[in-house]
């Protein structure tokens, strides 16, 4: 099974979207931007969000057993996706790339 590396590309925030329909909550992501994590065996790593793994973990677990070329050349790099989190507030998203060893 190959590891998964995990990046930070990108936080959004809609405050607009918070402000209408969210109940105020303090520190609801702490992840940042060009952080990165590996998974390995298909197993969440350590600090990551919980809500967001539950998002992108069919696609490390897919990468993790060797998929490729998702969506019929979807990205440049076929061992690769971009795919972001559930937050509809708050998304992140998330480059994974397969590690080839």
Same mark, same amino acid.
């Given at each position: 099974?190959?590891?998964?590396?995990?990046?930070?590309?990108?936080?959004?925030?809609?405050?607009?979207?918070?402000?209408?329909?969210?109940?105020?909550?303090?520190?609801?992501?702490d992840?940042?931007?060009? *952080?990165?994590?590996? %998974?390995?065996?298909?197993?969440?790593?350590? @600090? /990551?969000?919980e809500?967001a793994?539950?998002?992108?973990?069919p696609?490390?677990?897919?990468?993790?057993?060797?998929?490729?070329?998702?969506?019929?050349?979807?990205? *440049?790099?076929?061992? %690769?996706?971009?795919?972001?989190?559930?937050? @509809? /507030?708050r998304?992140?998203?998330?480059?994974?790339?397969?590690?080839?060893?």
């Amino acid at each position: 099974m190959l590891p998964v590396r995990i990046t930070v590309v990108r936080k959004a925030c809609y405050a607009d979207l918070m402000e209408r329909f969210e109940n105020p909550i303090e520190h609801a992501c702490d992840l940042q931007e060009g *952080q990165v994590f590996v %998974s390995y065996n298909w197993q969440k790593p350590e @600090g /990551f969000c919980e809500s967001a793994w539950q998002s992108i973990s069919p696609f490390v677990m897919a990468l993790a057993h060797g998929a490729k070329d998702f969506y019929d050349g979807w990205m *440049q790099n076929p061992g %690769s996706a971009m795919i972001s989190c559930n937050d @509809g /507030f708050r998304p992140v998203s998330f480059l994974l790339e397969a590690i080839n060893n």
